[in-house]
């Protein structure tokens, strides 16, 4: 199976211009169905799901390798190469901001431009960085996730989603949090929760547009900004939208924020 395959590749629109869709924790690429078709005529739109995830082959998960996002970067590198991406947009979903800013690093030539949907670095307050949560609260939150799976995701995506009067939202999320396999998702929430790749934003070469909600519980307006302070070659625009999938919740804000930033 080659690496397209493996990653439940799609690709639409005309364009020369490859245009990288990268989902978060728990989601699949059905999460850019409301933002990714508004690029079909003017780039090359790649929506794919990471290893372990939607339609992906789950066979082709390695514990060692996904135990970073190191590895999920690797995999961004070797699947933009398989298909001749130069020169083009990623567009990364919450953990897969990070994912874009290591792969881009690993690859500069792969991506002129980043787009960071609600991103965090470190989710855990460390001293004068605020990363929304206490040590303690990731580990009972990943504790709760090891013992009861589909309970986490019912609790959880709600809280995610972050817009009460649209449970339908919150549906959604909760079935794609079920839908995913149970081991796997344990252990990239480990891996998402727990990296610390504050550094790792020094040196990103790529232009980069963070996409921040006014009011998210996973990645706080804080978060957005130390991003965007770390990252040389930034601009922060904060959405009048709530919750941490504005993919899903504010997809025409996502848009025109990201066609101003193109």
Known sequence: MSVIERHNT????????????????GCDQNMWRYVAPAFEERYRTVLFDHIGAGGSDLS????????????????????CRALDVRGGVFVGHSVSAMVGILASKKAPELFEKLVLVCPSPCYVDDADYVGGFSRAQVEELLDFLDSNHM????????????????????????????????????????????????????????????????????????????????????????????????????????????????
């Not at 082709?60 to 699947?79: F, I, K, N, Q």
């Open 60 to 79: 082709a998960y390695d514990p060692g390798r996904h135990s970073t996002l190191d590895g999920y970067a690797d995999d961004v590198v070797e699947l």
């Open 151 to 262: 309970g986490w995701s019912q609790a959880m995506a709600p809280t995610i989603i972050g817009n009460p009067e649209r449970p339908e939202l919150g549906e959604e999320l909760t079935n794609s949090f079920c839908r995913t396999d149970p081991d796997i998702a344990k252990r990239f929430a480990r891996t998402t929760f727990l990296a610390d790749n504050r550094a790792d934003l020094q040196g990103a070469t790529a232009r980069c547009l963070i996409i921040q909600c006014s009011e998210d519980v996973i990645a706080p307006r804080e978060v957005g900004e130390y991003v965007h302070r770390n990252l040389a070659n930034s601009e922060l625009v904060l959405l009048d939208a709530t919750g941490h999938c504005p993919n899903l919740s504010a997809p025409e804000a996502t848009v025109a924020a990201i066609e101003a930033f193109l």
């Open 10 to 25: 799609k690709q639409s629109g005309t364009g020369e211009t490859a245009m990288i869709f990268a989902h978060g924790f």
